[in-house]
C-alpha cells in the first residue's frame, strides 16, 4: 500500500460499465498523446495543489445530488477537488507507464443514485479509494494482486447495490483475454481469468444484486455467475452459432436484458435465465449496432418500453422496444439518406428526435415530436434541411423539453430548446450552443445499463461576445442562472468544433462538476456548482503538450 498517498481516480461518465468497454489507449477527449512526461512539475502543481473560493449564493438551479470529491488527471498524477473545502490537492502519481483513470464504483443511499468510489490503475496495480471523504483523507487500497495493469487496454465495471463490494471490474490484457475482480478484494486476492476467447458483454441483475455476466465464448453466448466467472456457464442459445457482432443494448427497470446478436435483437428474463428472440419490423436490424456497445446517447427506456435511435442503410430511424410483447417496431425514419440520430427525448406522452447529415455531406437534418400512443400524430418542430447541420451535447433522456443545437456552413450557430407538449414554439439563443446535462440523482437508476437518465439542468455557453456559461432548468430551460464567463481565446474557437467544456461525460451526477476549457492554447480547469450563481471558479491552467487535463467527474 503506498504510504502518505492520498488517492484515486476517476471518469464517472466515460465508463460503459461491463458493455463495449473503453479502451484506455483512446481515453484522453482531447486526442493529446498520454504518455509524454509530466512536462514540468510547476504546471501540474498549479492545477493540482490550489485554494480557491467557492461561491454559496442561493440563487441558481437544480436540486442536491452528489457532493463527494471530485476527480482528475493532470498528465501522470491523479488529483481531486474538495468543494467544501475549496481545496484541490494531489491523489496519486504513477511511477511508470502513463496513469489511466478508469470507472466509479456506484451506490444508492435512500433512493438517490451517487458515487461511492474510483478505481484507477497505478504502478501496475489496480487502485480504489473512497470519494466520500476530504482533503487529506483519502486513503487507496489495492484491488486484488494484479501486477501487470499498465497491460490493460479495456475495461469497465458493474455495481451491486445490495453489497458495494461484490461490484466487479472486467478487464482486457491484450492477448492475455480477459480477467475480473470485485471491489473488495484485497492485495491478496487473484483477478479471476474468464479464460480463452471469452468475452463479457454485461450484467443480469436480480433487484439491486449483480448475479450473473453475459458472456460470449467464442461461437457461444454463455450466463455466468459472478462469483463464479471461470466456472460452469449456462448456455444461452441452446447450441445455437452465433455470428456476426454481439452487443449489450440496454436493461429494463426489472433487470431483463436486450442483446444484440447477429443481425437479431434478444431479450434475457433475469428469473427464467431464458433467451427470446424478439419479433417485429426492426427485429433484424441489429446488425446497425456493430461496434457501438450500449447507445447511450442514442437510447432511452420509459415504463416497460425502450426507445433506440440507430442508422440502417445510411438512413436515420428511430425503433421501440417494447418488453411486454418482446417487439422491436419502427417507430419513424429520417426523410433521407446519409443521416444519423442526433437526439432522443420522452415522456409519458411524446417522443422527441432527431436526425442530421454529416459536415460537408448532403442529407437532411431535422427535429420531430411524436405520440407514443399514435406513431401518425407527428410534427417536425425544426428542418434544418441541406444546409444546417443539428447537434446535441444534451443526451438521451427522460424530460419535457428538447434541446440541440444547429450551425450553417457560413458558422452561423444557435442552441434552440422545444417543449414537446407545445412543438410549435422553438426558442432560439444566437451564438450559443448547449455543453451537456447534469443527471437527477433521485430520478435516474443506474447509468447505461438502465437508460432512464432523468436530467437536473444543462449547461449553455452563450459565446455572445463574452463566453458567459449558464445553467439552465432541465424542468423549464427559460430558468437560468449565470455561472462564470470564460476568458477570451484568440483566435477564436471554431464555431463548428467548440473547445473541449466538460471535462468527462455530457452528463453526470450533478448539481457541480468539473469543466475543462481550451482548443490548443491553455487548458484551464474549472469548477462549477448550478446550485449557485457565479459559482465558477478556476482551478488552475496547464500548457497543452505535453500536459493534459483528462477524465474527471
Known amino acids: 500500500m503506498k504510504a502518505n498517498l492520498y488517492t484515486v481516480a476517476v471518469t464517472l461518465g466515460t465508463a460503459l460499465l461491463l458493455v463495449g468497454c473503453n479502451s484506455s489507449s483512446s481515453s484522453s477527449s482531447n486526442g493529446s498523446d498520454d504518455n509524454g512526461d509530466s512536462g514540468g512539475s510547476a504546471d501540474v502543481s498549479a492545477v493540482c495543489d490550489a485554494n480557491v473560493s467557492v461561491a454559496s449564493n442561493d440563487s441558481g438551479v437544480g436540486s442536491d445530488g452528489y457532493d463527494g470529491l471530485r476527480f482528475y488527471r493532470v498528465a501522470d498524477s491523479v488529483c481531486a477537488f474538495d468543494a467544501d473545502a475549496g481545496v484541490a490537492f494531489g491523489v496519486d502519481d504513477n511511477d511508470g507507464d502513463a496513469l489511466e483513470l478508469v470507472v466509479t464504483s456506484y451506490s444508492r443511499s435512500g433512493g438517490d443514485l451517487t458515487a461511492d468510489g474510483v478505481i484507477y490503475v497505478a504502478d501496475d496495480h489496480l487502485w480504489f479509494a473512497d470519494s466520500d471523504a476530504s482533503a487529506g483523507s483519502v486513503s487507496p487500497t489495492q484491488v486484488s494482486s494484479e501486477d501487470n495493469a499498465s497491460a490493460i487496454d479495456m475495461m469497465s465495471f458493474a455495481p451491486d447495490f445490495a453489497a458495494a463490494n461484490n461490484g466487479t471490474l472486467v478487464y482486457r490484457k491484450g492477448a492475455d483475454g480477459w480477467f475480473a475482480v470485485q471491489r473488495g478484494f484485497g492485495a491478496s486476492s487473484d483477478p479471476v481469468a474468464l479464460g480463452d476467447n471469452r468475452e463479457p458483454l454485461g450484467p443480469l441483475y436480480d433487484g439491486d444484486q449483480l448475479t450473473h455476466a453475459i458472456i460470449r465464448d467464442g461461437s457461444r453466448l454463455v450466463l455466468s ?6 466456472g460452469e456457464a449456462e448456455e444461452l442459445l441452446d447450441g445455437g452459432v452465433i455470428s456476426g457482432f454481439t452487443n449489450y443494448v440496454g436493461m429494463f427497470g426489472d433487470g431483463t436484458a436486450v442483446l444484440a446478436v ?18 417485429g419490423d426492426a427485429a433484424e436490424t441489429a446488425n446497425n449496432l456493430s461496434g457501438f456497445g450500449a447507445l447511450v446517447s442514442r437510447g432511452i427506456r420509459i415504463d416497460d418500453v425502450m426507445y433506440l435511435a440507430l442508422t440502417d442503410d445510411g438512413q436515420a430511424v428511430l425503433s421501440e422496444i417494447d418488453k411486454t410483447s418482446q417487439e422491436i417496431n419502427i417507430v419513424d425514419e429520417a426523410e433521407t439518406d446519409n443521416t444519423t440520430p442526433v437526439l432522443l427525448v420522452v415522456n409519458d406522452d411524446y417522443i422527441g428526435w432527431g436526425w442530421s447529415h454529416g459536415l460537408g455531406q448532403e442529407g437532411e437534418s431535422a427535429v420531430v415530436v411524436i405520440e407514443r400512443e399514435n406513431h401518425n ?13 443539428v447537434t446535441s451535447q444534451v443526451p438521451a433522456h427522460i424530460g419535457d423539453w428538447i434541446f440541440f443545437n444547429t450551425a450553417d456552413g457560413d458558422a452561423n450557430y444557435s442552441a434552440r430548446y422545444v417543449a414537446l407538449e407545445t412543438p410549435g414554439t422553438v426558442t432560439e439563443l444566437d451564438d450559443a450552443s448547449w455543453q451537456g446535462g447534469l443527471i437527477d440523482v433521485s430520478t435516474t437508476t443506474m447509468p447505461f445499463y438502465v437508460p432512464d437518465t432523468r436530467l437536473d439542468t444543462v449547461l449553455l455557453n452563450d459565446r455572445n461576445g463574452e463566453e458567459e456559461i449558464q445553467a439552465r432548468a432541465a424542468d423549464d430551460p427559460s430558468e437560468s442562472t449565470t455561472l462564470g464567463k470564460l476568458p477570451a481565446q484568440s483566435p477564436p474557437a471554431d464555431t463548428m468544433a467548440p473547445p473541449r467544456l466538460l471535462l468527462g461525460a455530457t452528463s453526470t451526477l450533478g448539481p457541480a462538476r468539473l469543466v475543462s476549457y481550451g482548443s490548443g492554447l491553455a ?11 457565479d459559482s465558477m471558479v478556476e482551478i488552475g491552467e496547464v500548457e497543452p503538450d505535453p500536459i493534459i487535463i483528462q477524465g474527471g467527474f
Open 377 to 389: 400524430n407527428k410534427d417536425k418542430v425544426y428542418n434544418g434541411g441541406e444546409d444546417v447541420i
Open 523 to 533: 487548458e484551464i480547469l474549472f469548477y462549477l456548482d448550478t446550485r449557485h450563481s
Open 225 to 230: 455467475e459472478v462469483s463464479d466467472l471461470s
Open 262 to 279: 447477429g443481425s437479431d435483437f434478444y431479450f434475457l428474463d433475469p428469473g427464467s435465465k431464458q433467451l427470446e428472440k424478439a419479433s
